[in-house]
């Protein structure tokens, strides 16, 4: 049986882990030969198929990134999509395929699964945001990085008894913002899913002040004002091609400045978050999900993702995963009010 | 209402979390006052009682260690134990109590419980076995830590082609050396659960060099070849005045310099496993914890310990949980045996 | 003999470790005692000074940023400032200052020890650009964090086959960008002493695609194009009041995608390069500057400053670097030339 | 002009960062060819030569190790030893070789140099104790973890008031117990160059216990008590076939807790000092070494080797540094005894 593996969306630490662990059981314990598509989905539209076998993949465990490239394509905004990725697989002779990626890269293999595409998903990304897995590899990382600068920021912040605000990622949802706030110590936590009330953030802050503490303002890239707070931001086009909202850190050090009087500076902490080498935790979870991966292959359960519930790691339709994001649950936001301030 | 809070058994980063967020939370939210117990169940024998409120919590979250000292002491190996720690509770007005630490102090807290003294777990320990809880704090940076350290050791194994054999924690369990082992690419992982063949570990170290790298060799303290091999090793009295086996990793050197004629070197991690800052993962777990911890005490509901299970903190019955040590399920540690040798 | 501390501009790994080791070695050699002026030399004309015993002093070697706390305030901006320092030290019984800081703070330091304040400069200044001493602490600091970051962003960038733009700090001089550069194995290195041609960047970008690695461009955030390539970009004053141009890295992404037609991102290291523990090196070289700075002190050697030169800890009259920055030798930057593209 | 590469000794961090440099500088800029000689004299004498061009030396800045191998092996033990290897060099056409490696290798290099053989050296010692160099590239690195681990061992020895003993390199010079002692703020340093009296170590000990601290004691592996105190120690061959004590760590352990009647544990650090990516000092050094190494090499001045003085890169004649160790300056040592007890 031959499978073909591929990589899509941003690049997210433990990608390599998962390919070393499916290839290492794929072809120790059930004789699978294997091939790398490169770049996502581009490699499957364009028959850029590269071999992969054990030899490939010595020493990728703790090197971040994906050895097979990723993209953002999109195989259903090209025309033919589906056809060209069946020929690419029929002229290679791949049987099955497994799709390591996002909520983009899984809705594409859910969609293929239904016309018939043999293949199992392992879901991928540095922002949790996933839903039907407890965790995704990439965060556990993403949300020391974020831990660390935060820790380096107090003593900047108490120095001069200044405001900063971190910007970490989130678009669409704030696990990072909130894993790395709680673990920071901040005073003040934003994300996407709780519009929040400048006047109050300007409240928080000027309480820590007079702890004769510094404030540390953690906001996820998509955290938003509630209604009746204008912002001006630069609009641009984020990775998958839609419209974003960017500068929110900025943007609150500017208004905690104007509003409070005292001094606030931003960090926005970007690509360092999703490079380098993966957390043992991550490197752990991304090895499971490979090895289940390839049990899902053999056991032909196609159309399902691999993911972790507790310490255990399940199968899920892909069906019931499309579409849906995994947000902050207002009760969890709720437990850590009390360091707000 | 006044609370009483320890922190029992060897140290493990965490520990500040959880007390800071007890008592954040419990002073905050529930109008609690707080006095800490010296140095374990050893402050309640011997009335070493100090104040504990939010001024004397600050800035501990990123610290390693306790500010409330520990000890290994177990009140009812005392005459009168259970009198006198009721006396000291009596004399500072304590209503209640919060016990931070391992099987042994739990252990105590469930007897305690019994015999009327209300009080609410937190179960802490380097090792990740205590039962009726996926993880404890503490166990994310020691693997992280004894991660590191097998990525240091593979560029000098493979720079001297000789074994490096890696000894962690973990005497009664092999939490530590398996998620370590995984994460750091290790070529045999040895845990107290699966007593070793030492012909076969030395089959996979053979098998290692054919490939042109050189072996990771990483074992629990705890580990033990099977009936047949001899060990000579030296014995002695552990932290909790047990007799243990020391030197598994200096033996598997020696055994396996002698059986297959290559070099092989030892290391001892030893105390930087549970020493030091807390990663994100477990001040978020510790922080959880504390803040859970607070209201269970506000709920009432003693003889509990709070527990994770999935992403959620539950309640757990001390009862439940007394003498039981969650060890690695072998069907855990059969998913990884595709990467020895 | 009573001895002011005070510490002046940006805050810097290890100005703890300095005030530490002056006071350890003041205190117990020389019998002298300390106070600490708030704020930099805020606190000489406002008369913010507090006690500075052995006990003040425990703990805070490991730890970032300032415990006197820090300001830009220049005294000779300010009427009478001369004079109300005197004051501030006759009022307090204080004999002498040592003062920490950078170019500034120790040239207001120099200007007061010509009007007669008995004083001892301890050079300070992550940027690596004070006149006098071969290395400032501080700077060991952020270039490891520089290269750290550096390191993560190799993974992305050759995932997705992009150009990285790191912006590091450095607005006078190149120091952070050259160390970090090399030591991160970048492929084009900008500095301010060494204005860029923008069509040769774009040369070495595209050469680095050449070979199927992603570039990486290191950018001191004072780095500049030759006359000829114009830049529009924000002003804005900087944290001494002057005026200064942001944004190098931004600037540099847009032209090297609008010029190669590859997409290319920019990460703006930011305060995380100067918060947090100290590296041991900046430890050892804070320790050493603190430890001679008592010395000098006790042998009445003041206006001068305490400086490294190869291994060993020197005197430098103040006057000497006054108003000298020292910047990258361009035979130094042209040594790792072979490196670029 | 082809140019021979090896590496001899331990293995150290920035060996690798050596390798990358000479040959892309020799290479891109003198047009030279490379080889490797495998595992360091020992290629030589056993014609193991591998090919080592640019494309070789990709991604190995941040690799711990030596891409070609290490060994002890000393050509003048072997009969013919010299012989051999000028036949090696003449079958491969080498003209010259680059001898990366620490006093052992760097001996023979001096010897070989005398007897007509055109090198240039290249010192390489985590123990910073090659004369005539003000550093040598690993230490920093190797400081570095030790300094982490101290860090971490303070959390431990204060939760549980013991004194923990940690065991750092160091047979023949105590430059890392110093360095890391001092950075990691440890109340007790112990060096081979200053045996020392048990008696004032336990004095130190109960001193640090009387401030509520608890005490942190650094010795290097060579470590010495003076005359008169009587220690029972293993003998062993140390990787260089001498004899060599060792187990001072666990001595002292046992003695401070016999004489001082309290608990104390003891960590020996071992070769996690010597593995893994080199920091970002170690990289710079070992990349310039590197370059100047070439430089050499095309400048004809066999027989030296590089070396850095203060921020210059130098080369000094191989006879002048031949059997001479760098140890700690007593007047060095001294100057940190105010930190000690």
Redesign the interface.
């Known amino acids: 049986m031959k499978i073909g593996v591929l990589?899509g969306g941003?690049?997210c630490?433990g990608?390599n882990a998962v390919i070393r662990?499916v290839v290492?059981?794929g072809t120790?314990?059930y004789g699978f030969e294997f091939v790398g598509l490169r770049d996502g989905w581009l490699g499957a539209l364009r028959d850029k198929v590269v071999p992969l076998d054990i030899a490939a993949v010595?020493g990728i465990?703790?090197?971040?990134?994906?050895i097979l490239?990723?993209?953002r394509t999109n195989p259903f905004k090209h025309e033919d999509g589906v056809a060209r990725i069946k020929d690419t697989l029929t002229a290679h002779g791949v049987d099955a395929l497994v799709v390591i990626g996002g909520e983009d890269t899984l809705g594409a293999a859910t969609e293929l699964s239904r016309q018939g595409v043999p293949l199992v998903g392992v879901p991928k990304t540095i922002d949790n945001d996933v839903a039907g897995t407890?965790?995704t590899f990439g965060f556990?990382t993403a949300?020391?990085?974020?831990?660390?600068?935060i820790?380096?920021?107090?003593?900047?912040a108490?120095?001069?008894?200044r405001t900063?605000v971190v910007e970490v990622m989130g678009r669409h949802s704030g696990w990072i913002a909130l894993?790395?706030g709680?673990?920071?110590?901040a005073n003040v936590i934003l994300v996407p899913e709780r519009p929040f009330d400048i006047d109050q953030v300007c409240g928080w802050v000027k309480n820590r002040f007079r702890?004769n503490?510094a404030p540390i303002v953690v906001a996820a890239e998509g955290a938003v004002p509630k209604e009746g707070h204008v912002i001006v931001q630069d609009r641009a086009l984020d990775e998958y091609g839609h419209v974003h909202l960017s500068g929110i850190g900025e943007w609150l050090a500017q208004e905690i400045s104007r509003r409070t009087g005292t001094d606030a500076?931003?960090?926005?902490?970007?690509?360092?978050q999703?490079?380098?080498?993966p957390?043992?935790?991550d490197?752990?979870l991304a090895?499971?999900f490979g090895?289940h991966a390839a049990d899902a292959v053999n056991d032909g359960a196609f159309g399902t993702m691999v993911a972790l519930?507790?310490?255990e790691i399940v199968r899920v339709p892909l069906d019931e995963t499309r579409g849906r994001t995994k947000v902050v649950n207002p009760s969890l936001y709720d437990?850590?009010e009390?360091?707000f301030g």
């Open positions: 990589t941003g690049d630490p990608l662990s290492r059981k120790q314990e010595r465990l703790p090197r971040g990134g994906t490239g990723s993209s407890d965790y556990d949300v020391g990085i974020a831990t660390e600068a820790d380096r920021l107090h003593t900047t108490e120095s001069h008894m900063l894993h790395a709680v673990a920071g110590g702890t503490y500076r931003t960090t926005v902490l970007g690509h360092i999703r490079g380098g080498t957390s043992a935790f490197r752990w090895t499971r090895l519930r507790g310490t437990e850590f009390v360091f």
